[in-house]
């Protein structure tokens, strides 16, 4: 890569742009912290100029600057709507480094917050997984023929896990426990019937190169079964996550005492939406990083594929 | 007979498709005896595929019996190592993880250290050096059967069946393969040969490495007739195919699949 390639981009300018509006003066009445968005963008500037310097992909550093570049616009565009032009409600619409500012403010806080929704999340998540794999495994490579159990995981999972929460709450001890009861819901049944659907696709030419190396049942099932449904069952597992935290939320939102969910709520109860925002934007990073993790894990384990 | 290592007799197997069952073979019999190495030949849908799968143990015949060293053959079993056409390899495992999973499976008395360096010999012997911890879909087809011919050599089973593994390979590739295989069947002399069944559509493959070669008739599937291979081995393909005997030969192995084809051509497309 040139130099020219490497450092002299769009997104530079618009962060030049973006730090020059700074300078214009603020009509906003309310105290606007633009010390800390300055501060924030000269980070993510830093960051990028540094990765710039290492990234080898040309590609994967085009990305990381477009990225980059609509941040810094999203940035200018909110801060001249708010701080420098007082175009929209002050109260509803914070600017962008008071929004920036209270993250700081209230890190702790948040960061307690998106423990708790971790934990709960992913213990229904992994408690779905891991039984619902193996019951898969076993239930598609025994009833080859019979689609019986595929017709009755349709239905369970037709209903919305949702609508278990009140049921949950009459049946379980904590509304925690009844938030991973959802999420397990949530998640075994999109595990389980991918699992199946994984199963019943399986080559029968890998079947018969597997009985001709005489294995053993549950060599049979973990180590031909399970690595050949693998793709589908992380399909299920994607579903089952993606729908896990638009329930963690919903359910944080209506009775719990902790979790990003209830924080975004409790704020905005009381009018405080420049936490309310910070907290809806702490939501959507902590979503991507989770699910880029997952990604991640995939394409690991299915590196043998093509 | 009893000295053959595997004897096949009055072989009849039914395949059932749409509720209708039709004679997939029919009374076949042949021995094959011990290091002896057999090729099955036949127009498409002789049953000859079908013929192996009863050897391996996945298909169980209507009648007949199938006997190993004396003994009825039931299911699956690793005195057998089975090369397919395709997937004979688990794609998940890269190659060297492949073989040693086959030889787990069927060597028990080799310990779990000792398996990786087998694997490696392995991989050797069929030009594969450096490309074991490649995962099969990185292998190009040929490759790949070199890959599974190394798994099922280094499982040291005593009898190899082999189901048309060159037939998805390309010319120039399927030559070298079958000359890798005439090789490391044929070894030095001092080591015990295997006991191979080997099914082919291709008449210069069968020539070239068989011993015996089962001419499959179909509809139903019986035995038209064996033929032993007259020529002298070590064999090497560029002598033999210049030779007269093996113009004659040849010759006269095609006329036993084209006459019965031609006795039997009622507008069915027949692919050799």
């Known amino acids: 890569m040139t130099i020219k390639k490497r450092y002299l981009r769009i997104a530079h300018l618009l962060f030049i742009a973006l730090i020059l509006i700074q300078f214009l003066p603020d009509q906003s009445t309310k105290d606007v912290f633009t010390n800390s968005l300055i501060s924030f963008a000269v980070g993510v500037e830093v960051i990028v100029l540094a990765a710039s310097a290492i990234i080898k992909k040309e590609e994967s550093l085009a990305l990381l600057v477009d990225i980059a570049g609509f941040l810094y616009v999203l940035l200018a565009v909110w801060s001249l709507a708010t701080a420098k032009y007082n175009y929209l409600n002050d109260l509803l619409f914070p600017a962008p480094g008071k929004v920036i500012h209270q993250f700081v403010l209230d890190k702790d806080k948040i960061f307690i917050n998106i423990k708790s929704s971790l934990r709960t999340t992913l213990k229904g998540f992994f408690l779905a997984v891991v039984i619902a794999v193996p019951l898969g495994l076993f239930i598609g490579w025994s009833a080859r023929i019979g689609s019986a159990a595929t017709y009755i995981t349709k239905f369970f999972s037709s209903i919305p896990p949702i609508v278990y929460i009140p049921y949950g709450i009459a049946l379980l001890p904590s509304f925690k426990s009844v938030s991973v009861f959802v999420i397990f819901l949530a998640t075994f049944w999109p595990v389980f019937a991918g699992t199946m659907s994984g199963v019943l696709g399986v080559d029968k030419k890998i079947i018969d190169s597997a009985k001709v190396l005489n294995v053993s049942k549950p060599e049979m ?69 989770v699910t880029f993790l997952f990604n991640k894990l995939q394409s690991s384990l299915l590196r043998w594929k093509r | ?101 086959g030889i787990k499976q069927s060597r028990h008395d080799v310990k779990r250290s000792e398996r990786g360096k087998i694997a490696e010999e392995f991989l050797t012997k069929v030009g594969l050096k450096g490309f074991g911890s490649k995962y099969p879909s990185q292998l190009s087809g040929g490759m790949q059967q070199r890959a599974a011919i190394a798994r099922a050599l280094a499982m040291n089973t005593e009898i190899l069946l082999m189901d048309e593994p060159f037939s998805a390979i390309d010319a120039k590739n399927r030559v070298l393969l079958q000359e890798l295989l005439l090789n490391l069947w044929e070894g030095d002399g001092v080591e015990e040969r295997k006991t191979v069944v080997f099914v082919t559509h291709d008449i210069d493959e069968a020539i070239l490495l068989s011993d015996k070669i089962v001419v499959l008739t179909a509809h139903p599937g019986t035995v038209n007739e064996i033929v032993n291979v007259p020529f002298e081995r070590p064999r090497s393909r560029a002598e033999l195919v210049k030779t007269d005997e093996y113009a004659k030969f040849r010759n006269r192995l095609l006329s036993l699949l084209y006459n019965d084809i031609a006795e039997r051509i009622g507008g069915d497309e027949v692919v050799l």
């Open chain 2, 1 to 101: 007979m009893t000295t053959n290592k595997i004897e096949i007799k009055d072989l009849t197997v039914n395949y059932i498709e749409n509720k209708k069952s039709f004679n997939a073979l029919h009374n076949v019999s042949f021995g094959v005896g011990k290091g002896e190495f057999v090729s099955v030949i036949g127009a498409s849908g002789c049953g000859k595929s079908t013929l192996l799968s009863v050897l391996e143990g996945l298909y169980t015949p209507a009648g007949g019996t199938v006997q190993i060293d004396g003994k009825e053959l039931r299911g699956t079993g690793t005195e057998r190592g089975v090369v397919f056409q395709h997937y004979s390899l688990f794609p998940w495992m890269t190659t060297k993880k492949n073989i040693e999973f």
């Open chain 1, 221 to 289: 099932l973990f180590r031909v079964i399970l690595p050949a449904s693998l793709q589908q069952i992380f399909l299920g597992c994607n579903q089952g996550l993606s729908v896990s935290f638009i329930l963690l939320t919903s359910a944080e939102m209506i009775g719990a005492k902790d979790g990003m969910g209830y924080y975004v709520k409790y704020y905005s109860d009381f009018g405080d939406y420049t936490r309310t925002i910070t907290g809806l934007l702490v939501i959507g990073f902590v979503v991507i990083g």
